[in-house]
Each structure stands twice: as C-alpha cells, then as structure tokens.
C-alpha cells in the first residue's frame, strides 16, 4: 500500500506562488506567522500526520468504536496519537494567545487540518469538532466560561462537540425538541436526545464539553426560539478539577458507511446541568457565526479524499501491468504496459488531480478570508465576510461532490482490487461520502448560494465575484498562454450572470424555481470558479516558466492539469445551464403519490 | 424500513406495453412461454424475492462469510433460501428441455434475475454465477460432460463459477499463469491460482463446478493460448455420486465493500484434476460466446440497486418532515412538510426513476435479443446478434453507472441517515459500486463498444442502431406529444454518427483518440439510447391516455418522467460531446513522472 505523502510542494505553490501567503500576513500584522515558522509547521505536520495519523487510518476503519455501557473506546492508536498531537501543541496553533492559543492566523490551523483530514479523516474530527467549540466560547463566552473552559479546549486536555441534530430533525432545526430549564443556581437542566454527535463521546481526552442548541421554558416557536448552553461531560470544580459526571450520556454509538474510527454518539441529556451562552433564543444566530467555518472544514475532507485517492490510485497506475498502450508497447520487455499509459486511467487520474489542486486553491482562497474577518481593516473585514459568505456553500458542496467523484475514480483506477479493503481505496470512497451530508447537505447549501447570498442580495454577493474574474480576464487577454482560457471564463462569467437574472425573475412568479436551479447553479458556480483559480495558476506557472525558473515540470505540469480542466471538466456547465434553464414544472408536475406504482 | 416490492406493474409496461412480449414469444415459438404462464412466473418469482430474498439482504451484510480452514458458511437464512428456491425449480427455468430445463426462454431467466438481484445482489450471485458454467457446458461440453455436470447444474443441486482472474491480470488474461497437465487418463492437472472467484466456495450446495481457464504446457503465449477446463470440488463417481475431494482450495475470502453476503474467493488449484471443455487453445472464444450474456447479467446490477434505491428513498421522501415548501406550506398542521415537496428531492428521486424505468426498457431490449440469438430464423439471428453486440456494453457500462450514482442519489435524500447502516441505503451504495468493475470496467466496456463494436465495424454497427432510431423519429415526428422529443432525439442522433466518424478520423493518425474518447462516447451512447427507449415509452402512453384506457395516472407518470429525463438528464451529452471533440492531447501530453511532485 503506498504511504500518504503530504503535498508540500504543491500546497506551497497554492500558498506562496497563487495567493502570496507571506504578504497575506504580513499586512494583517501577523507577525509571529513569519516565513520561516510556516515552513517550519508545514514540515512539523506534515511529519506529525504521514508518521503518526496515516499509518492508524486502516486501523481505525476496521476496528472501529466500541461502546460499553455508554463508555467509548476508540481504535488502537488513537488515544496515543492525541496525546502525542497535544503534547506538540497542536490545538493551540490558531487560538487567541489570552486562553493559552499560540496566536497564529486561522488559516494555519485550515492548513493543519488539510493535513491531517488527508491521512486521517476520522481522528481528525476529534480535535477537528473542538474548534467548533472554542469558537463559540471564544465569541460569545463570558470571561467567566473561557477561564473554566476555553483554556481546556485551547490545550488539547479536553475537547468539545456541537449538539444540533435530533431524531426527527437535522437541517429543520426550528423544530428541534430539547428543551433546557432553569435552576435555582443560575445553570440550567438539559433533557432531550441529540443524534450524530460527532466525537460526542471518546477516550481520548479527560473531559468532553457539548455545546448544545435547546429551548427555553417561554421560548417562542421555530428557530427564533432557540438557545446555546455549555455542557459538560464532566462538570469541573472550582479549582479547574474534574467534579461530579453530569447527566449526559452516550446511549450508543452509530453503526455507519464509513469514518469509522470517529464515535458518532446519540447522547442523552436527562437533566444535565448546562450553562447558557450568547443571549437567550439567539442560539442560532451565535451558531450561524461559525457556520462559514465548519463548513469550510468540510470543504477540506472533498479535497483530502481527492488527494487521498488521487496519490494511492497514481501509485498504482505507474505499477500495474496490464494490456498494451494502443499506440504501441510502451515497456516492451515486461509482460504488459503500465496502466498510465492508457488514456482512460490518465482522464481519471487527472480529474482527481484537477480537483484535489484546484479544491486546495479555493479552500485557502477562502481560508485567506477567514485571517481578513479576524484581523483585516473594518473595510476588508467587510469583504471578506461577504466573499466568504459567497464562496462557503461552493466551497463546502462543490468540492465535497467532486471529492466523492475523485475518490471513486481513485478506486476504479485499482479495477476489483479497489472494492478489496486491504489497498484502502473503499474506504476512501466511503470515507468521502459523509462530507456531502453533514454541515448542511449539497442541496441546503445550494440553497443557501441561490437564494440567501446571491438572490437575497439582489445578485450583488455574485456580482463582486464575477466581477473579481471579469478584471483578471481582461488583464490576461493578451496574453498568448492564458488567452486560451481567458476566452472561455470570460463565456462562463457571463454566463454565470445570465443564468442568475433568468432563474431570479423566475423565482418572482414561483419560488420553486430557486429549488429547481439550486444544485445545478451550485455546481455551474463550482465549475467556473475552480476554472478561475486553473486560469490564475496558469497565469504563475507560464510566468515561471517564462522567467526560466527551475522546476520546469512542475510549472508544465500545472499547465497541462489546467489545459484538461478547461477541455474534460468545464463543458459540464453546459449540461448544468441546461437543467437549469429548463425550470421547475418538470420537477414539481408530478402528484407524489404517483412517483411509483 | 420499507420492504422491497418487485415493481410488476412497470415491469408488463417495458414488456407487453412497449416491447410486444408475447407476441415475441409467439413469433419465436416459445409456446410453452404462454401469457399465463409468464404472469405466473412474474407473480411467483416477486413473492419468493420479497418474502423470502429481501428479508436476508441486511443479514448477508452484516453477517458476510466466514472463512475456516478452506470452508465457507454464508449468512443465515442464505443456505435454506436456495433450498427454497431449488424445490421451486428456478434454476431450471431458462434451460433446455433435454438436460432437465423447463425450456423456456432465457429472457425470462433475466426478468427472475431482475426480481431476485433487486431483492438481494449477493444471494442472486450464487445462482447467478451457474449460469455461465451452464451455458458454457450447453455450448462446448461433450454429451458425456453435459449428462454428468449440466444436470446438476440446472437441477440446482450443483452451484458453477467461472474462474478466470488470477492476482496479476484480470482485464489482460493473454498473461494468466495458471497451467493444465496432462494426465495419464485424459484428464489435466490444474495448477495456479484464481482470485476474485465470486461464488467460489460457499455451503449452499453439495458439490461446486468451476470453469477455469488455464494453458496447456505447449499453448502459445497471450490470449491465443487459453483453454478451458472443467475442475469440480468433489469429483463426481460414474454413478453421479460424489466422489473424492480434487485439489482446488478455497485459500481465503476476500474483505470488501460489499456484498458481503457473497464469498468472493481465492482458490488455489494444486494439480486439481480438470477435464479440457472445448478446442485447446480456444478457450477465450469458448468463453466470448457468453460475455455478453455475463455483461447483461451486471447491467441488471445498475437497475437492480437504482429500484431499491428509488423505492426506499420515495418512502422516506413521503413520510419525512423537514422545513416548509418554499411555496408555502403543503402540510400546514404538521411541523413541517414532507421532504417531498423540496424540488431538489424530487430532482434525486426523478433521477433515480428515469434510470431503473430505463434500465428495465434497455435491459429487456437486450433480454429479447438473446432470445432471438437463440431461436430465430438465421437472418432474425445474425440482426439480433449483432445488436446484442452493440448494445450490450452500453447497458452494462452505462447501467452499472447510472446505478451507481442513483444508489447515492437514494442515500442522499436520506440526509444523514442515509449514511446509517440500518437503513440499508448504504449498503445499497455499496453493492452497487462493483458492478462498473466487475465483467469488464466501465473503460473496457467503451473500448469494447467504440473499438471493437463501432469502428471495426466501419460504423455499420452503430448505424442499424441509429437508422432504427432515425425511422422511429420520422414516423413520430408529426405527433403532437412526440414532437418535442423526437425533435431533440433527431439532433442526437445525427450527432451521434458525426461525433463517431469525428472520433473515427481522429484515430486513424493516433490509436489513443480511441481510449481518450471512450468512456465519453460510451456514456454519451447509454444518454441517448435511453432517450430512445423514453420516447417510445412516451408513444405507448400517450396512445394508451387517448384511447382512454383506465390507469391514466400511470400512463401520465410516464409523459412526466420523460419529460424530466429529456429535460434534466439528456443535456449530459453536451459535455460527453465537447469532452470527446478535444482530443487525447489533454490525456497524454503529461509525463507519467510528472503527475506528481
């Protein structure tokens, strides 16, 4: 089996050469993220992850959790893993220096996590989902909280959950039922079900804090009625110590398709002391604050199963004898041709290269933004909210959708020997197929992109982006290498456009039209914005090339990764715009009961 | 979790509505394939599927095979299953009167394969697989070979495999090492070892007969060097009884996606004794007889799980409660409206629809070929034969494709339940990912249909399918509710031929436009054959409404789901075009060293 090698070369290119990383921080006044500490977490994770996650990654797969009388025991490996990750001081990387955080940027503990999710996928949700909770402390806290909790997540001792989903709700939370009552102390008694609570109970930490959405006594209906409370798996004393279990416990652990190694928990709350953060019934408002970082953090498991699959799959196409190239023997004292001469291996090898490159273009595109909303100029933290605001649900759904297609072409490359466990490439796929679900499915944050960013805001959120491309267009026309692919964004830009106004005024005489168009304007949006990033690396690698650099192949290689992309991948908008333009009647004609007979 | 109901009602439709079943019967001389006693055969056949078939489907996953010491025990319920369905003569359906068959035609063994592999994949392999060692031994055995092991075969007491993949090669068997050896009295010793031998080992019948291809010691090298043995597990004594054990050992199970409920096998031969089936050295032939049978067998796959998929999904879609229509509330006194209301869950669950109604058209197509192969007049043979030819990777490739992505489309209406196993949706997603490798990947499939099928033929394969097409869309062409399609058909289908001489031209200086075209040109094929069969089925219904005949709704389902394939689904092929139209240079201009760095 080929080891998982972390991609340095290529993210330094996406980083430095693309985005222009070390202005990027030293204009935000990052001072301590100077060249040389980033190479030197690059390096560090990079080791941390191909010697200590990857080799654990099988393993947790096939041993998965275990739960016995709501204690849960995680794969061999794991819980030494995580000792090993905290003792290096890895939680605390991107966390404010007052709770014990190093003070890095953000978009270091993305790269982290790009790291880690591409050797393993399911450790990495431990200590990936307490981030979702020092967020929320972090934000909306009192001092009081952070000092008792903050600190504990921020070293890595404890780690926390979000609590969202129930039995009969997951995207609807409006209707969730857990309902919190006051006590005389002040804290608040917790009962309900929550579901699908990832890393909601483990082995690995002392301590584990839910943060957890429910309802009020008086609360009003639906999702304005809705509060956060911290809740602690253990509730801690006066002095920082563990004190008394509280009543929240994990009734059992989810049998499921894959990310085995993480424990997707049902937990019980049955009267469990809480504590409420943020204001009450604003629950979900705090929560939509960190929205755009979850998902984002979604968006990252797309491109590590791409990059997964794409590594293990190219591996073996170089090595796997079998039939000869139809052009002619190509290793003509072996029994056969390796599989890359073939073009076919070659056309899914390179759309999993186009999409892990491309994913990892806009992941730290986006990532970039999240250091602006934190430390930018009010200005720039304006537009990067609104950029990112625009470029999440595509990032999330896009790049999780052509994850999944990337790591089922890895497994075809491998014919019947990639449905086999032992080359790890199902589990790969099964792995991958989490991603386009939880954090809001495809379809809701195809919704999300049509109707609440672009449509709500009148096509202004879209227009800011299309006009980005439009700039970058005209700048390049002239040039030989890139007008190719100027010429074609340039039609797709447009385009994007068109296809807006005509869905919107659609959607003025029925709503449903938005829902019609939504997954296909999603990935419409998808396509072309990868297709913008292709353009902007072939505009780096053809001024390399021209400067005479070294690595020439490299550069040619991101030339030719961008000339299949623009000739395999992005003709799929057309069939995109046609769905699209083709409305709602032939969705929503036919009566339900008659869908089967 | 709802139960599987085999879809008969649209079954008669492809049958009877579209496709003149009996009448097919009738004009080959089948009369023993009475409409009676078709519809018995459809009304016992589902019973048996539902009640006795679909209840173990969870069972076999969860339970897999056991391996011990070279036996096999497969999940509960499997072995008394076959029991069951041997008592009941099914597997002597389709076979010849003479070695104890019903003497039906085979294409009725197609529809039982449909009912049983809807139910359960993985039990269906293990009769499944007999069927190719029985018409193998049909074809090419001696009456000696057919008295002793066809017998069983069809009575069901014996189950067949066909071994010919060995750790090494699967798609290149010109380089299988397995080898056969003369023995003193006639018979060879077989040595080597086969991997991926579905069915290979398993308690579910007393004695199993492995078709196994292998070399004579003297056998020129590549594919013209391949024979083909007879090798059963217990060698059978003159009087038909069991004898001694021969040397072919399970050596293990493979661990794998899915089907678990299937023992996929390793077998190690170790001088077995084996009996040469056929000429020597014309062994790849002797089996190229029955590949396509074989393939349609998988292409039934793709329906199979699109059905499932589709039946599980539509029920959940009806009864799950989440958010409201974005065009008002369509269950005001319920917390939320059924999820069937979203146009994006009718998106998934129309598409799922249009592939396994589709599929089951394109499948029983073929169905009806094999049967005129069998027992038309020698003209009414060769047409059938060689649009079984054309037709048979489409639907295997194709199908098996689409199947794939419907399964995931019925898992994705699920949320994040669907990636639960207790609901079996993921286990749906799983079986269904072999069926684009197995049989011949998807790539082999498009190499076969557009190399060797297409143009090898000089097109002339290609242009009986469209000139059928082409007569189809003029007769229709002034119907005014055919109109529409047969308008975007025409296009198509002229398309279709320009995109083959386009390709065609191409390759003639470079072989490798060929592989780079394939998989496109394939799938571009499977989109418009299926529009094919959706316009007709679009011509019956559309009579069937203006004649007034009862069932209107069913006949209108129908209008509408064309309408959404033509609309929604078919634009597809704008991408397959412009993606076959830019050459193999995007493919190939990259080193192999340089895809990574």
Redesign the interface.
């Known amino acids: 089996m080929t080891d998982i090698k972390i991609?340095l070369?290529?993210m330094r290119f996406a980083m430095r050469e693309l985005l222009d990383w070390d202005q990027h921080y030293a204009s935000l006044g990052y001072d301590e993220a100077s060249p040389d500490v980033v190479d030197a977490i690059l390096e560090e994770g990079a080791k941390f992850c191909e010697n200590v996650l990857a080799p654990i990654n099988a393993v947790g797969d096939q041993q998965g959790c275990t739960w016995k009388d709501g204690e849960v025991t995680t794969p061999d490996g794991f819980k030494e893993a995580y000792q090993q990750f905290v003792e290096a001081g890895w939680p605390s990387l991107a966390h404010a220096l007052e709770h014990g955080g190093q003070g890095l940027p953000q978009s270091l503990g993305t790269i982290m996590s790009e790291m880690v999710g591409t050797t393993n996928w399911s450790w990495g949700m431990y200590p990936g989902l307490s981030h979702g909770a020092m967020n929320t402390l972090e934000a909306h806290g009192t001092e009081e909280q952070k000092a008792t909790f903050l600190t504990k997540l921020v070293e890595g001792t404890w780690t926390g959950t979000m609590c969202l989903?129930e039995p009969?709700?997951?995207?609807?939370l409006g209707?969730l039922r857990t309902k919190a009552e006051p006590n005389a102390d002040g804290s608040y008694a917790i009962t309900g079900t929550k579901i699908?609570i990832s890393a909601g109970e483990h082995d690995m930490a002392e301590n584990i804090i839910h943060i957890v959405l429910a309802r009020l006594p008086d609360a009003p209906a639906g999702t304005k009625g809705i509060s956060l409370f911290i809740v602690p798996k253990f509730l801690p004393n006066e002095d920082g110590s563990l004190g008394e279990r509280n009543g929240v416990v994990c009734g059992s652990l989810?049998?499921?398709?894959?990310i085995h190694g993480n424990a997707t928990a049902v937990l019980n709350f049955d009267g469990a002391k809480g504590f409420l953060i943020g204001p009450p019934n604003k629950g979900l408002n705090c929560m939509f604050t960190f929205m755009n970082t979850a998902r984002l953090g979604t968006a990252l498991q797309g491109l590590a199963h791409a990059e997964a699959g794409?590594?293990k799959s190219?591996a073996y196409?170089?090595d796997r004898?079998?039939?000869r190239?139809?052009?002619g023997p190509k290793n003509p004292d072996g029994?056969?041709d390796?599989i890359?001469?073939?073009?076919?291996?070659?056309?899914m090898?390179?759309t999993q290269?186009a999409f892990a490159e491309g994913g990892r273009m806009l992941v730290l595109l986006c990532a970039q933004q999240v250091d602006r909303t934190n430390k930018g100029s009010e200005e720039e933290q304006k537009e990067a909210e609104e950029l990112l605001a625009f470029l999440t649900p595509i990032a999330k759904a896009f790049l999780t959708e052509t994850g999944?297609e990337s790591a089922?072409l890895g497994?075809?490359c491998f014919?019947?020997h990639?449905?086999?466990?032992?080359w790890g490439m199902?589990q790969n796929?099964?792995d991958a197929?989490?991603a386009?679900?939880?954090e809001g499915?495809?379809?809701i944050q195809?919704?999300d992109l049509l109707?609440r960013k672009v449509l709500m805001s009148q096509g202004e959120l879209l227009r800011r982006f299309t006009k980005m491309v439009h700039k970058f267009c005209q700048a390049e026309a002239e040039d030989e290498t890139l007008a190719p692919f100027v010429a074609k964004l340039q039609e797709l830009n447009k385009e994007w456009g068109d296809l807006t106004m005509h869905v919107g005024a659609k959607a003025m005489e029925?709503?449903?039209e938005?829902?019609?168009a939504?997954?296909d304007y999603l990935m419409y949006s998808g396509y072309v914005t990868l297709g913008y990033l292709w353009a902007r690396a072939v505009k780096v690698a053809s001024e390399k090339l021209a400067a005479g650099e070294s690595?020439a192949?490299?550069y040619?290689?991101k030339l030719?990764?961008a000339?299949?992309y623009f000739?395999?991948i992005l003709?799929?908008t057309?069939?995109h715009a046609?769905?699209m333009k083709?409305g709602?009647q032939?969705?929503?004609?036919?009566?339900?009961e008659?869908?089967?007979?």
């Open positions: 991609p070369r290529d989903t009969h709700c997951g995207t609807d209707i699908f989810e049998h499921k398709m894959g794409f590594q190219l196409a170089k004898l079998q039939m190239s139809l052009s029994v056969a390796p890359i001469v073939h073009p076919d291996v070659r056309r090898l390179l290269k999944f089922n497994l075809q014919g019947g990639g449905y086999i466990t032992e199902e796929v099964r197929r989490i386009t679900i939880y499915t495809t379809g195809a919704l109707g029925n709503p449903d938005v829902g019609a939504s997954v690595e192949e490299f040619r290689a030719a990764t000339r299949f000739d395999r003709p799929r057309a069939t046609a769905a083709s709602a032939n969705l929503m004609e036919l009566d339900a008659y869908f089967a007979f």
